[in-house]
């Protein structure tokens, strides 16, 4: 879809930190992926992938306590180096996010690799179609 290359577009453009980019389906499979220019994968795709897969699943369990929790907005698990991020888009299709965490000071790791406007361009390209 053409709404989801828009938003991997614009999060590459509005947010420097993002590393790498992808939305997938229900089954982890990636269906858009996009790489800021020379950056290496820290780790491999295939370990990407798998990761993907399981976050696909774990939000299928999160439905579990809409009614209670409200819908979920994004999970977050954060490394040394970088941070990963999954944002259900619809019923169908999560994003994947890998930023940097490199901290500016030695022991700083609690910058939330720019949340907000992660998702305001979600909301935004979810409203816009």
Known sequence: MEKYEKLLDM??????????????????????HSQRTGIKN???MSDT????????EA???????VKQAGRGLYALAA????KRI??????????????DNQPKHKGEYGVLAGMGT????????????
């Open 11 to 32: 999060l590459m453009d509005f947010n420097k930190l993002i590393r790498f980019a992808a939305v997938a389906d229900r089954n982890g499979e990636i269906l858009w």
């Open 42 to 44: 820290l780790i491999p």
């Open 49 to 56: 992938k798998k990761t993907i897969k399981r976050a696909a």
């Open 59 to 65: 939000w299928d369990a999160r439905r579990e306590v």
């Open 79 to 82: 490394y040394e180096k970088i």
């Open 86 to 99: 999954t944002i259900p888009l619809d019923e169908d299709h999560i994003l994947f996010i890998s930023t």
């Open 118 to 129: 992660i998702m305001s361009i979600v909301d935004f390209v979810n409203s816009s179609t």
